[in-house]
């Protein structure tokens, strides 16, 4: 039975070699065995239609007979035992004897991609086991309210991979002589290839011999044993900046861990914590804090002494004060963050009811019930 080629990868009779590659690699993904609905026996056919189609001759050959009769490729392989005229076979694809179906890992390389090693070919691999950058790290600072207003230096310790001080981050023993590895010439890759169910592929993959490096040295540094860095303490000086929040975190460049083979270091990432105040609570840029006054103050009105980050101010009290009324104070608040200027302070007024009144208090405010009071 006649096959049509450019129906089983959706395409039509003058489709280009970019359509039909891309065709290609759509219908190859979409039914590989590996994925959870693949088809075997399409994924076979989808390889067959392109490997005939993506060859100028051979669909050249084949738009003039077809896959079937005395010259199609089904024909042409059963009549005479060999390629008859370059026609297609699957035994072609599996790599038996007069092969001709090699594909390189440039059409199907993508296609796999996420599947892992599936036919026991590492595919276009690019990961190289020379200079990479560190890790980054995450850590915690504890400081107090009064910390998080004027700004502090803090010293931290944190243990990671720091550069290695012996061989000064290249992993070779000091005096050894070090050298462009000969097997990859300096790429940190190479090029293999393996025979296949599709033939032979070739496929890109660090060099064994450099691990990727590019260079090799006659002795690994003792210290580190070649990765260029060893996991002990450092000491790292961090400046919190004046109105820093509970809760935000300070990126420091540079002071993760530090990379294999002289690779980038990594960044830290530190999380601040602040410890509540007792006397004030932050919301934004502006804080609150509450003051107790007398009864004599509310009714007659005062200037009273008020707390502020820095020390102390006048409030004026006016007469009439009524309990819980909120007074603002502008610029007594937190510093900006990230611009110029201080958030404000409210100040929330109690006022302390005494509980117990002696004879002459008891006498006084008798004499201000009388007046209506």
Known sequence: MSKDYYQILGVDKKATKDEIKKAFRKKAHEHHPDKGNGNADKFKEINEAYQVLSNE???????????????????????????????????????????????????????????????????????????????????????????????????????????????????????????????????????????????????????????????????????????????????????????????????????????????????????????????FKRDGHDLYTARTITLTQALLGDKVNVDIMEGKVKLKIPSGTESGKRFLIRGKGMPKLQGSGYGNLYVEVDIDIPSRLNRQQKKLIEELKKEGL
């Open 57 to 279: 001759q051979k669909r050249q050959q084949y738009d003039q007979y077809g896959s079937t009769g005395p010259f199609g490729y089904d024909g042409a392989r059963a009549n005479s035992g060999q390629g008859g005229m370059g026609g297609f076979n699957w035994q072609d694809m599996a790599g038996g004897q007069g092969a001709q179906g090699n594909i390189n890992m440039d059409d199907l390389g993508d296609i796999f991609g996420g599947l892992g090693d599936i036919f026991g070919f590492g595919g276009r691999s690019n990961s190289r086991r020379g200079p990479q950058r560190g890790h980054d790290m995450e850590s915690e600072l504890t400081i107090t309210f009064e910390e998080s207003y004027s700004g502090v230096e803090k010293m931290i310790q944190l243990k990671k991979n720091i550069q290695c001080n012996h061989c000064h981050g290249n992993g070779a023993e000091p005096g050894a002589k070090i050298e462009t590895c000969q097997t990859c010439k300096g790429s940190g890759q190479v090029r293999q290839v393996q025979n296949t169910m599709f033939g032979q592929m070739s496929s890109v993959i660090v060099c064994p011999d450099c691990h990727g490096e590019g260079k090799s040295y006659s002795q690994k540094c003792k210290d580190c044993r070649g990765s260029g860095v060893i996991n002990d303490y450092d000491k790292i000086k961090v400046k919190v900046p004046a109105g820093i929040s509970n809760g935000q975190s300070l990126k420091l460049s540079g002071k993760g861990e530090a990379g294999i083979k002289g690779g980038p270091v990594g960044d830290l990432y530190l999380n601040i914590f602040v410890k509540p105040s007792a006397k």
